[in-house]
């Protein structure tokens, strides 16, 4: 017999756990399509050329292919024909490229689906894993207007959810770049190089960056690394203090000035959208290691709880697709783990199973009932409740405590003491109370305290 157990780098949930996952989607969907997004899917497979477009390197080593049967018995040469995707933006920027005749642009695109990427197996991360991403692809040009609206989203997410206070960080590459140049650190590899290191601050730490740019890969003088060092400890939470500190630079190269009055702009958008100070913080260490981040960049954090690391992150792009399309499709996006982020937030006991889905447990005391019940069940199901029947009569104890295990607020109950009254029962097992209501007025008086009880939630 085959010992049952899941591969690693799964997260599988127990029924009740479940529901709060999929609440969590439910809240990020909602929200997504309250500020204008549409929803996407794509499929979990793509051509192996679409999605290794750069070929080679950290991304390939941790692909999984797809191959068939068939394909095995022939021997075939090479890389399968098809690979899992490991993350929603090269399917994203495939799609785009494919219907770009049929889209609208800008195009504001939500997708929420599984990805699959190749983790050393080790606690807190997936190969199997969902990301929530939303995008704005222009055509040839996207106002960087667009790059202030995110925040905003991001902001109004993380309130829906409720998991606690975050501040949502944010820099600007070409603010970045433009400093490094006046550093003497010009374009090229050796400037990206630096990008990724100051990236790694929060990780490493200042003594380790350090080392390593004074070090015999990168040359740095000990001056210099000093002062990206202290460029890189420039904090400033909120509108005015930001928009202060940015004041505070001094003048810089033309492209330091560029992405000085980009975040200038994105601060003044912040405030006109009603986003709290206490939601945003400029910080001047963020780079976002990826390379085709070429303008603003997002992490966003929980106050209390920053060894969780980013719970949100993204930034804009200048060219999504220019690997499937001549035309250029510049873009701002951000996206949540929402499968890592829920399995830290449980570890951390900031989420907990939620009460069943189903809102009612009609019993059934004895067989002769057993039509009562279904009628019964099928009206309160009319009225909009989420109902279980008890199909096969047992104790009423048992009847309770499989209604209490599964998570179900209310246990109707129709006998015949009821029965011969005009009345149901109903046992309350969240407050531990009973209390009878004619049948007529049954579905009114359940709705209404699953409502008083959300509401309350």
């Known amino acids: 017999m085959i010992k049952p157990r899941t591969p690693p780098g799964v997260l599988e949930l127990l029924p009740r756990e479940q529901i709060a996952f999929q609440r969590m989607l439910d809240t990020i969907r909602r929200t997504f399509e309250r500020y204008g997004f549409l929803p996407v899917e794509t499929p979990v497979m793509e051509l192996t050329e679409v999605l290794l477009t750069k070929t080679g390197g950290e991304t390939e080593r941790q692909v999984y292919f797809m191959q068939s049967t068939g394909s095995l018995d022939k021997g075939t040469d090479g890389l399968p024909e098809m690979a899992m995707r490991f993350d929603l933006t090269v399917p994203l920027a495939r799609y785009v490229a494919e219907h770009e005749h049929d889209l609208v642009f800008p195009f504001r695109r939500y997708q929420m689906q599984r990805v699959y990427r190749g983790e050393?197996?080790?606690?807190?991360?997936?190969?199997?894993?969902?990301?929530?991403?939303?995008?704005?692809?222009?055509?040839?040009?996207?106002s960087t207007r667009y790059d202030a609206e995110l925040p905003a989203v991001i902001a109004s997410v993380f309130e829906a959810l409720a998991i606690g206070e975050f501040t949502i960080q944010f820099n600007h590459r070409k603010l970045l770049r433009g400093f490094?140049?006046?550093q003497g650190i010009g374009e090229g590899e050796r400037q990206v190089a630096v990008l990724r290191e100051i990236d790694k601050l929060d990780k490493r730490g200042e003594a380790a960056v350090r080392e390593t740019l004074v070090g015999e890969g990168f040359g740095l003088s000990g001056e210099v690394a000093d002062t990206l060092l202290a460029f890189s400890r420039i904090r400033a939470v909120g509108h005015d203090a930001a928009q202060a500190a940015l004041d505070a630079l001094g003048a810089g190269t033309p492209l330091f000035e560029e992405g000085r009055d980009e975040l200038r702009e994105v601060l003044r958008q912040l405030r006109a959208l009603g986003v709290a100070d206490s939601r945003f913080a400029l910080n001047l260490s963020i780079a976002r290691?990826?390379?085709?981040?070429?303008?603003?960049?997002?992490?966003?954090?929980?106050?209390?709880?920053?060894?969780?690391?980013?719970?949100?992150?993204?930034?804009?792009?200048?060219?999504?697709?220019?690997?499937?399309?001549?035309?250029?499709?510049?873009?701002?996006?951000?996206?949540?783990?929402?499968?890592?982020?829920?399995?830290?937030?449980?570890?951390?006991?900031?989420?907990?199973?939620?009460?069943?889905?189903?809102?009612?447990?009609?019993?059934?005391?004895?067989?002769?009932?057993?039509?009562?019940?279904?009628?019964?069940?099928?009206?309160?199901?009319?009225a909009g409740l989420n109902v279980e029947t008890q199909l096969e009569a047992r104790k009423f104890k048992k009847q309770m405590e499989y209604a209490n295990k599964a998570g179900i607020r209310f246990v109707v109950i129709r006998g015949e003491e009821e029965a011969a009254k005009g009345v149901v029962a109903v046992k309350d097992l969240r407050r531990g109370e009973q209390f009878e209501v004619a049948e007529a007025e049954l579905a009114r008086t359940l709705l209404v305290e699953r409502e008083q009880l959300r509401a309350l939630s």
Not at 293 to 312: D, K
Not at 350 to 362: H, K, M, N
Request: negative net charge; charged residues 25%; glycine residues 10%.
């Open 120 to 142: 050393r197996a080790q606690r807190g991360r997936f190969r199997e894993f969902y990301q929530c991403d939303i995008d704005v692809i222009g055509k040839d040009a996207l």
């Open 180 to 182: 490094f140049e006046g």
């Open 289 to 382: 290691g990826l390379d085709y981040y070429t303008g603003i960049v997002y992490e966003t954090t929980l106050n209390a709880n920053p060894e969780i690391g980013s719970i949100c992150s993204g930034g804009r792009y200048e060219n999504l697709a220019s690997h499937y399309t001549k035309s250029k499709l510049p873009g701002v996006g951000i996206s949540i783990g929402l499968t890592r982020l829920f399995w830290q937030l449980r570890e951390a006991g900031l989420v907990d199973v939620a009460e069943s889905s189903v809102d009612v447990l009609v019993s059934l005391m004895d067989e002769a009932g057993l039509d009562t019940a279904l009628a019964l069940s099928q009206r309160l199901r009319a």
